[in-house]
């Protein structure tokens, strides 16, 4: 295994029997960067979810009829 370009690119040096006998396997785990407009589209579409969802129920609930004084 060597690295060029600074350390940003790795090398193996893996026969094609080596990897018939036991595949190289590699695992990379690392934060997906989002810009802020994604997490605020975000917000904003929960917003309007729960305003639609307040307004349906206020339309569903009967009228409460006044009380007599």
Same mark, same amino acid.
């Given at each position: 295994?060597?690295?060029?370009?600074?350390? !940003?690119? %790795? =090398? @193996?040096?893996?026969?094609?029997?080596? &990897? %018939?006998?036991?595949? %190289?396997?590699?695992?990379?785990?690392?934060?997906?960067? %989002?810009? @802020? @407009?994604?997490?605020? #589209?975000?917000?904003?579409?929960? +917003?309007? =979810? &729960?305003? +639609? =969802?307040?307004?349906?129920?206020?339309?569903?609930? $009967? &009228? #409460? #009829? $006044? +009380?007599? !004084?």
């Amino acid at each position: 295994t060597r690295t060029e370009d600074n350390g !940003s690119t %790795l =090398i @193996w040096d893996y026969t094609l029997e080596e &990897a %018939l006998k036991k595949p %190289l396997t590699t695992r990379v785990k690392a934060q997906i960067p %989002l810009p @802020w @407009w994604v997490f605020a #589209s975000a917000a904003g579409i929960v +917003l309007a =979810i &729960a305003a +639609l =969802i307040v307004r349906v129920v206020k339309k569903r609930r $009967p &009228a #409460s #009829s $006044p +009380l007599p !004084s």
